[in-house]
């Protein structure tokens, strides 16, 4: 059974929500948001990423990082650049990216069950990360972005969903700059959400784990001083999507320092190398390498046994050829490897190795959703960056305070 959690948000008012909703986080670094922050002083970048604010002496752990978050945060409630709502509410939450659409419950969901593995999770988490966020989270009192989560398709969910998406008039409806597309409604009756959601066994981790250990964090801290169960602390911001509507795409790789040459004379003597006219592969196992201006295309051998991680592309390519021919033993630290995932990271590839930044570039399959689930029921882990959910949810649309 999982908690539905209504919350009273602090949400923009409809002349400021384009202005304000950005990308979250995880997903530019500090250069990146000062561009995209560069002439808008409601961007919500000024929130989650506030170094952007201060000089260029300031790290990003910095004690003032923290703090200015917090009083950009306190400057849009005192400006109402963002409102609270009177009464605790649910809302969906639309995105539009090309053909793709999907449609989600914007709730607080529950910390427990996140700690009682409820909310499965699939990706290992990085203590400086979680200590990064719970910083922000504790020094805000607030849960500024929502994660995205994930269940297994519900009629009765579904039904809700379309009636209130065709019968009632959003409260937001935005295109941001990236072509994508952004409708919200407000659910007129939480409580049918709540019961629905009861029958719902498990909900998944798509994107967002560092932001899910951060909250379980901060509550754990917060229950040292007072603790019945229900306080906001306890819950924190979510989109739930049904996974039949989800979109993941490939999270390819970038090796930064090799010998092409050597490393494409051994793919073709191991795994027959060809010349490939396109450089997204066609089916699970196959896999694109970039180099030289020219793609080329291999299989993997086929993974031994049923092992769901194993069994994984990612695994795969780590174990075969990261591994073995390119001594990446530690994909998740070593400087050698980077990963760039969305629906343009073949150009960006390409830019990559053609400008001399990089050496080879892999292209993959993406994860299939069922996969995910796959390992999660079991217990176990994905390879980092393994899978990339599009389109990105906005943050600074609900933001949950406690």
């Given at each position: 059974m999982i908690t539905i959690h209504p919350f009273k948000a602090w949400r923009p008012t409809s002349e400021h929500v384009n202005a304000v909703a950005c990308v979250p986080y995880d997903v530019i670094?500090?250069?990146?948001?000062?561009?995209?922050?560069?002439?808008?002083?409601?961007?919500?970048?000024?929130?989650?990423?506030?170094?952007?604010?201060?000089?260029?002496?300031?790290?990003?752990?910095?004690?003032?990082?923290?703090?200015?978050?917090?009083?950009?945060?306190?400057?849009f409630i005192r400006e109402n650049i963002l409102v609270q709502e009177s009464e605790p509410g649910l809302y969906l939450y639309r995105q539009q990216q090309d053909n793709h659409v999907q449609t989600g419950l914007f709730s607080c969901v529950s910390v427990r069950d996140y700690d009682e593995d409820r909310i499965l999770k699939h990706e290992l988490t990085r203590p400086d990360k979680e200590e990064d966020r719970s910083r922000h989270i504790l020094t805000q009192k607030a849960h500024a972005e929502p994660v995205m989560l994930t269940y297994k398709p519900d009629s009765t969910i579904k039904d809700l969903t379309n009636s209130i998406t065709s019968h009632n008039q959003p409260l937001y409806q935005f295109t941001a700059v990236d072509g994508v597309s952004h409708t919200v409604w407000k659910v007129p009756s939480p409580d049918v959400f709540v019961r629905a959601f009861r029958s719902v066994e498990a909900l998944y981790v798509a994107d967002g784990h560092h932001r899910c250990k951060s909250a379980s964090n901060v509550a754990a801290e917060l229950r040292k001083e007072t603790s019945t169960g229900q306080e906001e602390f306890e819950f924190f911001p979510a989109v739930i999507y049904p996974m039949d509507e989800l979109r993941i795409l490939p999270y390819n790789r970038i090796v930064q320092k090799t010998d092409p040459e050597a490393l494409l004379a051994i793919l073709e003597e191991k795994y027959k190398l060809q010349n490939a006219a396109d450089p997204i592969p066609s089916?699970?196992?196959?896999?694109?390498?970039?180099?030289?201006?020219?793609?080329?295309?291999?299989?993997?051998?086929?993974?031994?046994?049923?092992?769901?991680?194993?069994?994984?592309?990612?695994?795969?390519?780590?174990?075969?050829?990261?591994n073995s021919l390119l001594n990446i033993k530690e994909p998740r630290t070593d400087k050698n490897l980077s990963f760039v995932g969305g629906h343009d990271s073949i150009s960006k590839m390409e830019k990559l190795v053609d400008s001399g930044k990089a050496s080879v570039?892999?292209?993959?399959?993406?994860?299939?959703?069922?996969?995910?689930?796959?390992?999660?029921?079991?217990?176990?882990?994905?390879?980092?960056?393994?899978?990339?959910?599009?389109?990105?949810?906005?943050?600074?649309?609900?933001?949950?305070?406690?």
């Open positions: 670094d500090t250069e990146e948001a000062k561009k995209l922050a560069e002439g808008n002083d409601k961007s919500f970048l000024h929130v989650i990423r506030p170094e952007i604010d201060l000089n260029g002496d300031a790290g990003l752990y910095d004690d003032q990082v923290y703090q200015k978050g917090k009083e950009n945060l306190h400057a089916t699970k196992g196959d896999i694109r390498i970039y180099a030289r201006g020219s793609w080329y295309g291999f299989a993997l051998p086929e993974p031994d046994g049923s092992d769901s991680v194993k069994n994984l592309d990612a695994s795969r390519l780590q174990d075969f050829i990261f570039a892999f292209s993959m399959y993406p994860t299939a959703i069922e996969e995910l689930v796959e390992v999660s029921d079991a217990g176990k882990l994905m390879p980092p960056k393994s899978t990339w959910f599009e389109p990105k949810l906005r943050s600074g649309l609900l933001v949950h305070t406690f």
